[in-house]
């Protein structure tokens, strides 16, 4: 495990181990396929234009292609890596950190010491190496706590650049074996947060609930027929060959590497020549990840078949595979043109931006995303209402109150809503039968948005069970922490306490039934 190999490298062999979670329950972890990534990436960016984030890359080449890419869409994005020279990357370091520059695509050398809260997505172009790596990257992303993305794109061609890279280094062996882990979470049906938990050696059992396996869990066919044919041919072979070229013979091509060899004169040559060769090549995969087809790394990737595979040749092993996923099809769009969110956060996200360049500072020393998200939730009409904002001190409420209590209320004023304030729409909302999912949906905010709403709304005396929003050992665990910590006024100490998995809301409707 990774708790052993840190043993064995620093050589204390007697070591008390004392564990926090490496559990990022706000972080949605994602894998896609690695076909056409940069459209991918402008799409992902689309409902998020204004977001900051991280997009690495394994080649310098790559950031500045993506970078440029980017700018073209009306993207304000910046490449990083070793060969600009340190002036260069101090000022692109710096502009990241205070928001002049949201997006940054980077060689992985980036964010080592970067104190940056509000960074709402990493996006990895390629494979990582390795977990560790992968863990270590995804965790500059939701520091405030809020939710954040992690998106993975993984192809097959990464692993055998990464191959490449490893042949010649001292451990190769070792790091063979960690890539191949990496390739196992890239290509897995199952719950991503479990993999990823379990590799770190923190056992978890039910499904998180927060990934592209939870979100949209994949439908299974009977693919007996097909792995038959893919075994058949890879045996035909000699297993001899690397993937490119099983799935070259399985469809049938007439180019040089395959009619040099004479392989069109194989039983299985054209045996799956109706299937797209990303598609087929997706379903090799799928049985490497099941243990019926195995890559031998040190000769030259050659496919092989295991003991698996012979079951499912001569003894009617059944293999179910999982459907793949179509890309959508989505409309060009003009993305200079796009509209720009109008929400209250938004337009509270632009002040702070314009107050920390006034005053030379990062924009989250000003105020974090979460107190943004806070005042949106409550919408302050005065003084004595901002001073209860999370991150709201007496100093921050002399240098900030005016400014920032102009937006909001001219903001309520614009929606027509200064006599009917925001925690009471949503209130009236879900007392006509909505969700909270639907009300968050329709007014455009965040669901701990209108949670913040109805808590205000229990705090005025008005007829809310908030009760039924949080669970008896939730509540029973708030109390207990609560005891511990003995006090009830700042938040973080118990989202620290409860290791970032109580949501920020939930512990704000504990402290308040502990009343």
Known sequence: TTQDDIIAQLRIHKADRHLASFDRPNLFLEVRPAQNRLNQIIDFLAPRPDESGIIYCLSRKSTEKIAERLRDSGYSAKAYHAGLSSDERSTVQEEFITD???????TIAFGMGIDKSNVRFVIHYNLPKNIEGYYQEIGRSGRDGLPANALLFYSYADVTMLQRFIANTENAEVEYAKLERMQQFAEALSCRRIALLNYFGEPVYENCGNCDICIRPPHYFDGTLLTQKICSAVARLNE????GMLVDVLRGAKNAQVIDKGYQNLKTYGAVKEMAWLDLQQYVIQLLNQGILEINFREASRISLTTSAKQVLFEGKEVRLAVLEKEKVTPKKDRTAAAKPSGLFEKLRLLRQEIAKEANVPAYVVFSDASLKDMEAKMPYDEADFIKISGVGQAKLEKYATAFLKEINGH???LGTTNVPSHELSLNLFNEGRSVEMIAKQRGMA????????????????AIDIAKFISEQELSDIKKARAELKQDEELRPYFDYFEEKLP??????GLYLLK
Do not use: C, D, R
């Open 240 to 243: 001899s060959e690397a993937m």
């Open 100 to 106: 002049k520059i949201p997006i940054i695509v980077a």
């Open 504 to 509: 920020y809301w939930k512990i704000k409707y």
């Open 412 to 414: 309520k004023k614009k």
């Open 447 to 462: 669901q701990t948005t209108v949670y913040g709403h109805f808590l205000k709304m229990a705090e005025k005396g008005n």
